[in-house]
């Protein structure tokens, strides 16, 4: 199908109604390249072609009766591995759940399947969401668009590849620490994290509760508004989901940011941040000011506590979380164990990769008698100050412009050995995890080699309208050729 | 703070993990890099703040529901997921001796 990589969600819409193309052929098409593509890039773990033409038949039967179509008609859309869909395995890239098949939708699923979306598969990423990289997937790595030889990013590195591979214009991801504005960055995607609160996450498997969120990516601002703006939205099933009415982002969507004052906080522009990286979102921020926007430097004087901060929190809260992999309710179970314990124990070992297991190891250390206050609690206190530290920067901006990485995709294998080295790739992410605020990536050029560079554009709590306007003018501005 | 391969061992028995003595081994090594790297938070007086456990936005929070029953997954479904179940329950290895 000719200029099917340039659809948009709009131009899907149109196209539909003007019966240039059916729901079915798109499905089809998405289909057809995602799995020509695969062997090489390690983007999906499943495809679901029965269920995708189901959607699509009744899309296609709503336009020959000439009846309404949802928004998201017809849209090819990729679904991360860790969101639960009903009857089609949920692996979560883990050996744990290497069979699980999902008894339920997760209600951003059901959301947009309602809206007319088509999900054509499930994407890789790292095991339980645990990683920078994707290359913690129990199965097979995800490769770069920009270049096999290196990472997608991580943890959502399928979903991102997926949009800038051309097999969907959107997917939709999950952001811990990171998770969907890193690969956004690393794959010249947009990624948005929305507001903790803001989508509900019944049907996401959980990581870290108090810092998951489901949030999509899309080659356009706009596709990431319309689908933002259909999975968000109170719900009985999850209690942290924010009971707000569902706001209409992408009709809301305006391009005139004049007068909008930017925070750049110099903390995130200091040592470990890459000379091409730098220059790129300096010109980025230039280009915001040609806009009309007002940049003015802020500090947020804790940011270099996040990561020791998230990583004693997110640990904590996964080891909790992961110890319902028991091999009795629907994880793998290890054979020939002669005890109950035993079978938990060989489950487990046997189910877990390395990084997953580290993580269940220091969260289990750090809730144990004698060292939670030191760590756990300590952790949750500095949290509050980072916290503080963006409560104060919003008083006088609108929004924070940042990298959204202090470097391009790295290279398979480079960090592999050194689990802290990974971590701190997530620097300028972790903040606002932590804080619950929103952010997203948007592309803001290239590096010298040619590699993806993202802009990291944060606002408030439930604010995401004013980011996604400032993505949205950016994009329009300079077809985020930096 | 020196990490052990016999105190990890300890954690993982608290988070029923079977663990070989190399990966303790290794285990021990990362945990204890990690844990020098976070020992910077001791240079923050926290004194006075608040821990945060969650993100609260306040007015926007969801309503406490009221506590009635409803709908939920049917015991089939979640039967159909264990790797052994059998007569309406998940089988486990015997727990109590003849």
Redesign the interface.
């Known amino acids: 199908m000719d200029g099917y990589r340039d659809l948009t969600i709009d131009s899907i819409r149109a196209g539909l109604r003007e019966k240039r193309f059916t729901a079915r052929e798109l499905a089809e098409e998405a289909l057809r390249r995602a799995r020509d593509g695969n062997e090489a890039s390690g983007t999906f773990l499943s495809f679901t072609p029965e269920r995708a033409f189901a959607v699509a038949g009744r899309v296609d039967a709503s336009v020959a009766a000439g009846k309404d179509i949802g928004p998201l008609a017809g849209v090819p859309v990729a679904v991360k591995d860790v969101i639960m869909t009903a009857g089609i395995k949920t692996t979560c890239a883990s050996r744990a759940l290497e069979d699980?098949?999902a008894?339920?939708d997760a209600t951003a699923v059901k959301r947009l399947e309602k809206a007319g979306a088509v999900i054509v598969g499930k994407t890789n990423c790292d095991e339980f969401a645990m990683g920078s990289s994707n290359e913690n997937s129990a199965f097979y790595p995800v490769r770069n668009p920009a270049d096999p030889e290196r990472v997608p990013g991580g943890s959502s590195g399928g979903s991102a590849a997926a949009v800038a591979y051309g097999y969907t214009p959107a997917s939709l991801g999950s952001d811990t620490g990171g998770s969907i504005r890193q690969p956004a960055s690393f794959c010249g995607a947009v990624g948005v994290m929305p507001?903790?609160?803001r989508v509900s996450r019944y049907g996401l498997v959980a990581f870290a509760s108090?810092l998951d969120h489901i949030g999509p990516f899309s080659r356009t601002v706009r596709d990431s508004a319309h689908l933002l703006g259909t999975v968000a939205g109170?719900d009985?099933y999850?209690?942290?989901?924010?009971?707000?009415p569902a706001a209409d982002f992408a009709g809301a969507l305006s391009a005139d940011v004049s007068g909008l004052k930017l925070g750049i906080p110099r903390e995130y522009f200091g040592e470990g941040l890459d000379a091409a990286v730098g220059a790129r979102i300096e010109a980025g921020i230039k280009r915001l000011e040609r806009l009309g926007c007002q940049a003015v430097e802020i500090s947020l004087p804790?940011t270099?506590?996040a990561?020791?901060?998230y990583?004693?929190i997110c640990t904590a809260e996964a080891?909790s979380n992961l110890?319902r992999y028991?091999?009795?309710?629907?994880?793998?179970?290890s054979e020939d164990?002669?005890?109950?314990?035993?079978?938990?124990?060989?489950s487990?070992?046997e189910a877990?990769g390395p990084e997953v297991?580290?993580r269940?190891?220091?969260g289990?250390?750090v809730l144990?008698a004698g060292y939670y206050d030191a760590?756990y609690?300590?952790?949750?206190?500095?949290?509050?100050?980072i916290?503080r530290d963006f409560k104060q920067a919003f008083e006088s901006v609108d929004a924070i412009v940042t990298p959204t990485s202090p470097f391009p995709a790295f290279k398979l294998g480079e960090k592999t050995s050194d689990?802290?080295q990974m971590?701190l790739s997530d620097i300028y992410t972790i903040t606002g995890s932590?804080?619950?605020i929103a952010g997203m990536s948007v592309p803001c050029g290239a590096s010298p080699e040619g590699l993806p560079i993202g802009m990291q554009i944060l606002a408030n709590?439930?604010e995401e309208q004013t980011m996604l306007n400032l993505g949205h003018a950016f994009e329009l501005d300079g077809g985020f050729e930096g | 703070m020196k990490v052990t391969p016999e105190q990890v061992k300890q954690i993982a028995n608290l988070a029923n993990l079977s663990l070989s003595d190399r990966d303790l081994e290794a285990y021990a090594k990362d945990l204890e890099e990690i844990l020098a790297y976070v020992d910077q938070l001791n240079e923050l007086d926290t004194s006075g703040v608040e821990p945060m456990a969650q993100v609260l936005h306040e007015g926007s929070a969801a309503p406490l529901r009221t506590d009635a029953a409803g709908p939920s997954l049917a015991p089939e479904s979640a039967l159909r997921c264990a790797p052994l179940a059998g007569a309406g329950h998940f089988k486990v290895p015997r727990v109590i001796e003849r």
């Open positions: 699980f098949v008894p339920y507001t903790y609160g108090s109170g009985p999850d209690a942290t989901a924010a009971n707000m804790h270099r506590y990561i020791a901060s990583y004693l080891s110890a028991d091999g009795v309710r629907y994880s793998r179970r164990s002669e005890t109950l314990r035993d079978m938990y124990r060989n487990r070992a877990f297991t580290r269940i190891i220091l289990t250390y144990s760590y609690k300590k952790a949750q206190e500095v949290r509050s100050l916290a689990p802290l971590y932590l804080a619950g709590h439930f």
